[in-house]
């Protein structure tokens, strides 16, 4: 695969300065797909997140989020997911400022997709039901309760399941906002009444329950790629080899119209060859 080979080579040092100096949006938004996709690569994880992966997001993002550019939100979103997956990158997520802020953000940004609040919610969830709880103070505090009962509200079963979750573990330590907040949230947990014991380490545990669905990694979403289908006006032009026409055998011992020689030139009669007009 080319990520381990890049992100032995350097590219985290690279993309990361870029993170702190880019002005340009359509630079900015492709630098974080990059980010995204380098953060696909579980086994290279401990190197990226040492390199700064966590920050450079947080550097792009909290820049300014491209006003124009719906899948700005949904990269921050995928990577801060993908670089959950692993217990050991907890403390990078909790500690640098402003990343789990971003997550709650997304989740309330009006032109947030329903995939982009999905990648938030399981996010979110595996920073909630770690075993260590740095990242369930962080989500706490950043009103995440509230957010997860927001999710739950108005995403599909599989949000329902990950932010009921997520809830179970976060509000023995982190009461509702209000009475209001509080008979929600009842309703949200409830959603999970069956879900199995196993459930809650199925993001978290990403290598040992890929063949669940749920540890598969995201790559980012850009604007820069081809087509799936060619435009209609295009020419298309397709030819076989066979069906060119067979040019005769020239033997340069025996030519009949030997090239003049003499004259300097490269051409007949000596005359250089000219462009074309």
Same mark, same amino acid.
């Given at each position: 695969d080319m990520v381990p080979r890049l992100i032995a080579g350097g590219i985290m040092e690279g993309l990361k300065a870029m993170s702190t100096v880019l002005n340009d949006e359509t630079a900015k938004a492709e630098t974080l797909v990059a980010l995204c996709n380098v953060s696909r690569c579980l086994e290279k994880h401990a190197v990226i997140v040492e390199q700064g992966v966590v920050q450079a997001v947080c550097n792009l993002a909290l820049s300014g989020q491209p006003a124009n550019d719906p899948s700005f939100g949904y990269n921050v979103a995928a990577?801060?997911?993908?670089?959950?997956? $692993? !217990? =050991?990158?907890?403390?990078?997520?909790? /500690?640098?400022?402003?990343?789990? /802020?971003?997550?709650?953000? &997304?989740?309330? &940004?009006?032109?947030? +997709?329903?995939? %982009?609040?999905?990648?938030? %919610?399981?996010?979110?969830?595996? #920073?909630?039901?770690? @075993?260590?709880?740095?990242?369930?103070? *962080?989500?706490?505090? *950043? *009103?995440?309760?509230?957010?997860?009962?927001e999710l739950s509200e108005g995403g599909n079963q599989r949000v329902k399941t990950f932010a009921g979750l997520a809830l179970h573990s976060l509000s023995s330590g982190h009461p509702a906002s209000s009475p209001?907040?509080?008979?929600? $949230?009842?309703?949200?947990?409830?959603?999970?009444?069956?879900? !199995?014991?196993?459930?809650?380490? @199925?993001?978290?545990?990403?290598? &040992? &329950?890929? +063949? /669940?669905?749920?540890?598969?990694? #995201?790559?980012?979403?850009? =604007?820069?790629?081809?087509?799936? !289908?060619? !435009?209609?006006?295009?020419?298309?032009?397709?030819?076989? #080899?066979?069906d060119l026409p067979k040019l005769p055998v020239v033997d340069p011992m025996n030519d009949p119209n030997p090239a003049p020689s003499g004259g300097g030139g490269d051409g007949p009669g000596g005359e250089k060859p000219r462009a074309r007009q």
């Amino acid at each position: 695969d080319m990520v381990p080979r890049l992100i032995a080579g350097g590219i985290m040092e690279g993309l990361k300065a870029m993170s702190t100096v880019l002005n340009d949006e359509t630079a900015k938004a492709e630098t974080l797909v990059a980010l995204c996709n380098v953060s696909r690569c579980l086994e290279k994880h401990a190197v990226i997140v040492e390199q700064g992966v966590v920050q450079a997001v947080c550097n792009l993002a909290l820049s300014g989020q491209p006003a124009n550019d719906p899948s700005f939100g949904y990269n921050v979103a995928a990577t801060l997911r993908n670089l959950s997956t $692993l !217990e =050991s990158n907890h403390a990078a997520i909790v /500690k640098t400022p402003g990343a789990v /802020k971003l997550l709650v953000d &997304n989740a309330r &940004n009006p032109a947030s +997709d329903a995939m %982009t609040r999905e990648h938030v %919610t399981v996010a979110l969830h595996n #920073l909630c039901t770690a @075993r260590e709880g740095a990242g369930r103070a *962080q989500v706490g505090k *950043q *009103q995440g309760l509230d957010v997860l009962v927001e999710l739950s509200e108005g995403g599909n079963q599989r949000v329902k399941t990950f932010a009921g979750l997520a809830l179970h573990s976060l509000s023995s330590g982190h009461p509702a906002s209000s009475p209001e907040m509080a008979h929600r $949230l009842v309703a949200c947990m409830l959603v999970i009444k069956d879900v !199995e014991e196993a459930e809650p380490t @199925r993001i978290v545990e990403a290598m &040992n &329950n890929a +063949d /669940k669905g749920g540890g598969a990694l #995201l790559p980012g979403r850009s =604007s820069a790629c081809w087509d799936d !289908e060619p !435009e209609p006006t295009w020419s298309h032009h397709i030819e076989s #080899l066979l069906d060119l026409p067979k040019l005769p055998v020239v033997d340069p011992m025996n030519d009949p119209n030997p090239a003049p020689s003499g004259g300097g030139g490269d051409g007949p009669g000596g005359e250089k060859p000219r462009a074309r007009q």
